[in-house]
């Protein structure tokens, strides 16, 4: 499967940004869902994660109550709305898939390219 993400820009602090990620090539449903972000000087880090019905979800601790992953499987798409931005949100967010929740928040197997968010204080 290819990933492709979209959606990111430039927005003030405790503002919103919902950010898109559409598949191909693949049989979508079979794989669980998940968000990642680098920050500049940092490691790539983990921040969300859904299964492959969109049942269950994992957040981060730093975005846990202000972000929200879903999917759609009919689309091939799925989604990071990212409520209450803070400054410390700012990084190039990428999406990622994996066979399984394990896998696709330590070492998702497929990446797509990553969508600047950056937040103003």
């Known amino acids: 499967v290819q990933l492709q993400a979209s959606g990111g820009g430039l927005v003030q602090a405790g503002g919103s940004l919902r950010l898109s990620c559409a598949a191909s090539?693949?049989?979508?449903?079979?794989?669980?869902l998940g968000w990642f972000r680098q920050a500049p000087g940092k490691e790539r880090e983990f921040v969300a994660a859904v299964s492959w019905n969109g049942v269950t979800t994992y957040y981060a601790d730093s975005v846990k109550g202000r972000f929200t992953i879903s999917r759609d499987n009919a689309k091939n798409a799925v989604y990071l709305q990212m409520n209450s931005l803070k400054p410390e949100d700012t990084a190039v967010y990428y999406c990622a898939a994996g066979a399984s929740m394990v896998a696709v928040t330590t070492t998702p197997s497929t990446w797509g390219q990553g969508t600047l968010v950056t937040v103003s204080s």
């Open positions: 090539g693949g049989t979508f449903s079979r794989y669980q």
